[in-house]
T-cell receptor, first 113, second 109 residues
Framework: DTAVSQTPKYLVTQMGNDKSIKCEQN?????MYWYKQDSKKFLKIMFS???????INETVPNRFSPKSPDKAHLNLHINSLELGDSAVYFC????????????FGPGTRLTVL | RKEVEQDPGPFNVPEGATVAFNCTYS??????FFWYRQDCRKEPKLLMS???SGNEDGRFTAQLNRASQYISLLIRDSKLSDSATYLC??????????FGTGTRLTIIP
């Protein structure tokens, strides 16, 4: 059974479109995250939710909106996609926030044309 | 200056050799550090936590030097399967993991 899963794995879309990426974890963890890894492989946190509540919101354009319907799911919706949004987006979860090990999903490779 | 800095490499090392990476951090208030490993086109996975007293896990040894603000990872008797990118990670403000850009290691047969 996959611990942290994301869909889709690949997403190719035109500039200006709106798209969503879904994430689910079956580990019973309280905290979930979204990270962006750019072409230089730099991994940077975007958002963190603890028990469906937003606890970290880095300087991310408001075109990006996370939604956590329950603590096992954290989806990412992106409006008006731009070329610079092309990256790999990783979802992760941990038992609690702080120094607990984070388990990452397989990533969603987004390409904006 | 980035909060966590690493030499990106690449490090090309013959099989069986010992290799060491360093990573420096700028925020002295950081509480915890980790090494994550990321294989090509895969997700990062925790390799080991780093403790001030130093810790060892098989062929891997991690050390933290708070006075000089750096952490290190030593890999002994390197295997082909050790080829990956090694990410130095710090926990700042008790909530947020900050990743270095990673050091790419290739073990050569």
């Amino acid at each position: 059974d996959t611990a942290v899963s994301q869909t889709p794995k690949y997403l190719v879309t035109q500039m200006g479109n709106d798209k969503s990426i879904k994430c689910e974890q079956n580990l019973g963890h309280d905290t979930m995250y979204w990270y962006k890894q750019d072409s230089k492989k730099f991994l940077k946190i975007m958002f963190s939710y603890n028990n469906k509540e937003l606890i970290i919101n880095e300087t991310v354009p408001n075109r990006f909106s996370p939604k956590s319907p329950d603590k096992a799911h954290l989806n990412l919706h992106i409006n008006s996609l731009e070329l610079g949004d092309s990256a790999v987006y990783f979802c992760a979860s941990s038992q609690a926030s702080g120094y607990n090990e984070q388990f990452f999903g397989p990533g969603t490779r987004l390409t904006v044309l | 200056r980035k909060e966590v800095e690493q030499d990106p490499g690449p490090f090309n090392v013959p099989e069986g050799a010992t290799v060491a990476f360093n990573c420096t951090y700028s925020n002295s208030a950081s509480q915890s550090f980790f090494w994550y490993r990321q294989d090509c086109r895969k997700e990062p996975k925790l390799l080991m936590s780093v403790y001030s007293s130093g810790n060892e896990d098989g062929r891997f040894t991690a050390q933290l030097n708070r006075a000089s603000q750096y952490i290190s990872l030593l890999i002994r008797d390197s295997k082909l399967s050790d080829s990956a990118t090694y990410l130095c990670v710090g926990l700042f403000g008790n909530e947020k993991l900050t990743f270095g850009t990673g050091t790419r290691l290739t073990i050569i047969p």
